[in-house]
Nanobody, 117 residues
Framework: QVQLVESGGGLVQPGGSLRLSCAAS????????MGWYRQAPGKQRELVAT???????KYADSVKGRFTISRDNAKNTVYLQMNSLKPDDTAVYYC???????????WGQGTQVTVSS
């Protein structure tokens, strides 16, 4: 089993920045990819960014150039640096971990990000 705990959400003005953190614990050796997803009210959950165990990254077109995903293997933590935030970025952000031999990924509890003036 893998446990994921997110932190770093909050209220920020348009144009501002936030950094989300996701700390993994448990059977972390089985994880080969981690990522961030988000879900806005009335919308489906969508991919924001992912990073593999070897550091390959992928981003949604809507966040390219503004968000950066990174990982600290020593701390078993993945980060999402979000810059130039827009009201459309308002959502609950979820951390996700894909593990070997497990068809469904692990999910964190989510952290609210609100971009508003």
């Amino acid at each position: 089993q893998v446990q994921l705990v997110e932190s770093g959400g909050g209220l920020v003005q348009p144009g501002g920045s936030l950094r989300l953190s996701c700390a993994a614990s448990g059977s972390i050796y089985s994880i080969y990819s981690m990522g961030w997803y988000r879900q806005a009210p009335g919308k489906q959950r969508e991919l924001v960014a992912t990073i593999t165990s070897i550091g390959s990254t992928k981003y949604a077109d809507s966040v390219k150039g503004r968000f950066t995903i990174s990982r600290d293997n020593a701390k078993n933590t993945v980060y999402l640096q979000m810059n130039s935030l827009k009201p459309d970025d308002t959502a609950v952000y979820y951390c996700n971990a894909a593990a070997v031999a497990r068809p469904n990924p692990y999910w964190g509890q989510g952290t609210q990000v609100t971009v508003s003036s």
